[in-house]
């Protein structure tokens, strides 16, 4: 989650060793982890870097309930970018109001993305709280500082504010809202990071919601706050999970520690050409970066928490820019048409410490005014401008580095 990631990552690495650690916990084998399913529930969530065909089939034939033949499919994905998150929340409620915004067949969220996904998939009539989430709290309503933390092993902020926050948008109404949707064919998948099995964990919240019941509310929102937790910031999410009658505690963190941003592996079903479920005529995929892609010169002290906080926030920028490259390639591999949007190099609001309200407001009001006249959406990625043939030779050159295509 951007900065603050950095600069709490940074205090944890001197945490005094040998210091009290997290109560005691039943870890899943090794062997039984994959075949683990939340208690009271099954087939909720899969890992994001395998194909499961059971799972994906699942999902493709849900999807499948709301195309058509000569319908166009519509993806989101939305990335984390703690407060930065203001600026997909803006665009998106201001591609809304500008009434082109369309109807997501499968929107994706990490970590700040997490918040956004379940208010977008809803639709419209949730953007007023959406709007609440970016634009009315600052950092005591997301976090308070727990500085006994550094000495007695426990986490080094507490999100119980965060926890209260979800709690108080996703109701049973807000659930019931999810589930009307996913039983329209569409799906939300939101990412977490398995701790002990270092892996990312992709969850099915609509079939979470349309349990309804209130172990399914309890999970839904665990699943959320389990994306937006920065490791060793805060602490991990345990979700209990069954393995025939034995029950064991995982751990779920922040779904950018695997993921900045993410695609569910159904997509390429639905467009592949393949099968019986190949019901639509191309797709578009409209992809959301809570950042910026751009490099930023700053000048950094010559002191090791500088160097060091500096060093792991180009490291998290640079693994977001791989995530984007690795879902560029897919679509233009499988024909999907591919859409990105991230925070303008002409912004220039500095933020006055984490989750500083009026830094979130200006940048949502940004993306509000860009949503709502137009975004003009990137096609390409930075040293992907399309390439020329030699005139003499025909041939194309080895790699072409330039500006950004739109």
């Given at each position: 989650?951007?900065n ?8 944890a690495s001197i ?6 650690a997290f109560?005691?916990r039943v870890v899943?084998?090794e062997?039984v982890?994959?075949h ?5 529930f ?10 499961t065909?059971?799972?994906a089939d699942?999902l493709?034939q849900?999807?499948?309930?709301n195309?058509v ?5 519509n993806f ?10 203001a ?14 915004r369309p ?12 918040l956004i996904a379940p208010?977008?998939f809803?639709g419209?009539e ?5 709007r ?7 950092r ?5 500082v727990?500085v ?9 902020a507490?999100?119980s504010?965060?926890?209260?926050l ?5 109701d ?6 999810i589930?009307r949707?996913s039983s329209?064919g569409?799906v939300l998948l ?5 701790l002990d ?5 992709l ?11 209130l ?9 959320l706050?389990?994306?937006a937790?920065?490791p ?5 999410v345990r979700?209990?999970v ?7 505690d995982e751990l779920?963190?922040d ?14 079903r639905?467009v592949s050409?393949q099968?019986?479920?190949r019901t639509?005529?191309g797709a578009?995929?409209?992809?959301i970066?809570?950042g910026r ?14 160097v ?5 926030s ?8 791989g995530?984007l490259y690795?879902i560029?390639s897919?679509?233009k591999f499988?024909?999907?048409?591919f859409?990105l949007a991230?925070?303008?190099?002409d912004?220039?609001?500095q933020?006055?410490?984490?989750f500083?309200?009026?830094y979130?407001?200006?940048?949502f009001?940004r993306?509000?005014?860009?949503g709502?006249?137009g ?14 043939r030699?005139?003499?030779t025909q041939?194309?050159p ?9």
């Open positions: 989650m951007t603050l990631r950095a600069v709490i990552a940074v205090l945490q005094v060793a040998g210091c009290a109560a005691t899943p084998p062997l982890a994959g683990a399913d939340p208690v009271g099954q087939n909720v969530r899969y890992w994001g870097d395998e194909a065909p059971g799972f699942t493709v849900r999807a499948s309930m195309a033949v000569s319908r166009q499919l989101l994905a939305i990335s984390g970018g703690a407060e930065d998150g600026f997909g929340a803006g665009l998106l409620v201001g591609w809304g109001d500008g009434g082109q109807s997501f067949d499968m929107v994706t969220g990490v970590s700040s993305g997490a208010f977008i809803v419209r949730r953007d007023t709280g959406l609440e989430v970016f634009t009315a709290y600052g005591k309503d997301i976090f308070t727990n006994s933390g550094l000495l007695q092993g426990a986490a080094l507490d999100n504010p965060l926890s209260k979800i709690e108080k948008y996703v049973r109404e807000f659930l019931h809202e589930a949707e329209k569409r939101i990412g977490t990071t398995d099995a270092q892996r990312p964990v969850w099915d919240m609509g079939r979470i919601a349309s349990v309804d019941s172990e399914a509310l309890s999970l839904f929102r665990q699943v706050l389990a994306s937790t920065v060793g910031a805060f602490a991990p979700i209990k069954r393995v025939g009658d034995k029950e064991y779920h963190v779904g950018g520690v695997t993921r900045q941003v993410f695609i569910g592996p159904s997509i390429l639905l050409g099968g019986p479920h639509a005529n578009r995929l409209f992809v970066r809570n892609i751009d490099p930023q010169r700053e000048r950094v002290g010559a002191d090791v928490l500088s060091t906080q500096r060093s792991l180009t490291l998290i920028k640079n693994q977001g820019l995530d690795r560029y897919i679509s499988n024909g999907i048409d859409n991230s925070i303008p190099k912004f220039q609001v933020p006055d410490g984490p500083d309200r009026t979130m407001s200006a940048l009001d993306g509000y005014e860009m709502r006249h975004y003009p959406w990137v096609k390409s990625l930075p040293g992907l401008q399309p390439a020329r030699d005139p003499e041939k194309l080895v790699a072409m580095l330039g500006d950004v295509s739109r």
